[in-house]
């Protein structure tokens, strides 16, 4: 493991009050053709609706830390750090906040006798999940395929040759271990309807309308 590991940022005053960092979830990800696992011309049309529905089920319970290896990358500093105006994080990987980060199973999936979808021991592999450790991107010029989705770790950790400047590793979290949730003022409705009372969050404006969220 490496003994030092670096975040690439826009410059967020706040961040020295919290001390968050973002995870970002598969829509807010830069490679367009990441988690777009291929399929061959022999896989049938029954196939690919199978996997959609797995993939709509887990790719989005999920989210990740992007880190890099070097401090210094030009690129690095222009995309992620607001324009070379951001700033750079370095983390000790020697310390106990990555000592506490472990594997976790991923998710498999099977289907009843009905032929409907289910999560094989969904809540009792949630209830065990507590955080995923940093990982290594692959960078590959192909893409998972869709019969090895069982794997759904190995999707997330595979990029095109053409990000490989980034030397980046990854944190892969399962959204339920977030700490806080931003999201724009017109989900807080939904939010409040899944949890069946708002009484159930605090909100937060963090202004352009949108909210920080503590689930009590």
């Not at 970002?24 to 896989?43: G, I, M, V």
């Not at 880190?67 to 210094?72: A, V, Y």
Request: proline fraction near 3%.
């Amino acid at each position: 493991m490496l003994n030092k590991i670096y975040k690439y940022t826009p410059l967020r005053f706040d961040f020295f009050d919290n001390l968050l960092l973002r995870a970002s979830q598969k829509y807010a990800l830069n490679d367009p053709f990441e988690l777009r696992p291929s399929h061959h011309s022999e896989t049938n049309s029954i196939d690919i609706k199978h996997f959609e529905e797995l993939s709509n089920a887990s790719y989005f319970d999920y989210a990740v830390i992007s880190l890099s290896e070097t401090n210094n990358n030009l690129l690095m500093w222009s995309h992620y750090a607001d324009q070379h105006k951001g700033i750079v994080i370095e983390f000790d990987t020697s310390k106990p906040l990555f000592e506490s980060y472990k594997d976790f199973t991923a998710l498999r999936f099977d289907e009843d006798i009905e032929g409907e979808i289910i999560d094989i021991e969904e809540n009792e592999r949630r209830e065990n999940i507590k955080a995923g450790c940093i990982q290594r991107v692959r960078y590959n010029s192909k893409r998972p395929n869709i019969k090895n989705f069982e794997n759904i770790l190995e999707h997330f950790l595979i990029k095109s040759e053409e990000w490989i400047y980034e030397k980046e590793h990854r944190i892969i979290l399962p959204l339920l271990t977030a700490d806080f949730i931003i999201t724009h003022e017109k989900f807080l409705d939904k939010i409040a309807f899944t949890l069946y009372d708002d009484e159930y969050f605090n909100r937060t404006s963090v202004g352009n309308s949108m909210y920080l969220i503590d689930i009590k």
